[in-house]
Every structure is written in C-alpha cells, then in structure tokens.
C-alpha cells in the first residue's frame, strides 16, 4: 500500500493561503489517483479534491472550486493542494489519500492540521 507523508499545514488567517504537499512511497505513483480530504472536529472526513493519474483531470468539492488547485508532480512523487483564500470553516485535518479517488481509497497519509483564524 506503501506510504504518504504529508506537510504544509499551519495556521493562517482568513483569506490568506497554505500549500500542502504529499511525498508517496512505496508504491506506483504514477497508477494511483491522488486526492485531499479533510475531516474538521465533530464532523465525518470529506472529499476536498482529487487528481487523476496522469494529472489532466481534477475534481474538487463544491465549497473549495476557485479556491484550491490540486496538482501532482510524477518526478518527485509528489501531489500539492494550493489553497487560497482560506476562510475559518476550511479548518480540519486534511488527508492525502490515493487510490479510485475519491470512491476507494487504498492508502491514507498521516494528517496535517490546518486552522485559519477570523
């Protein structure tokens, strides 16, 4: 299933930005869907955004379209979610993930925490 590490996370205040970044090991990167998802205290983890393999494709949640922008890099097995204009309900831990994004997951990244401040 091998491994994805996550990073980027912090804290931010409303309307600024953050870049998370996913490094994956272990396993055939450039096979797997790769997505974001994030789950805020109290409440199920949702589907944020998600890549295709080959990176011509993207789907994102409703809430976040024109916000964030996922992207993936096959050179260094790595997939980033810019996220811009961030507003205080954007506050979870955010998950990278890969698999049949977003209906079957295969492999779950650790977390990372991001909080944005009103």
């Known amino acids: 299933q091998g491994q994805l590490v996550e990073s980027g996370g912090g804290l931010a205040q409303t309307g600024g930005s953050l870049r998370l970044s996913c490094v994956a090991s272990?396993?055939?990167?450039?096979?797997?869907?790769m997505g974001w998802f994030r789950q805020a205290p109290g409440k199920e983890r949702e589907f944020v955004a998600g890549v295709s393999w080959s990176g011509d494709n993207t789907l994102y949640k409703e809430a976040v379209k024109g916000r964030f922008t996922i992207s993936r890099d096959h050179a260094k097995n790595a997939v980033y979610l810019q996220m811009n204009n961030l507003r205080p309900e954007d506050t979870a831990i955010y998950f990278c993930a890969a698999g049949d994004v977003p209906t079957v997951i295969d492999s779950w990244g650790q977390g990372t925490q991001v909080t944005v401040s009103s």
């Open positions: 272990g396993m055939p990167f450039r096979t797997y869907a």
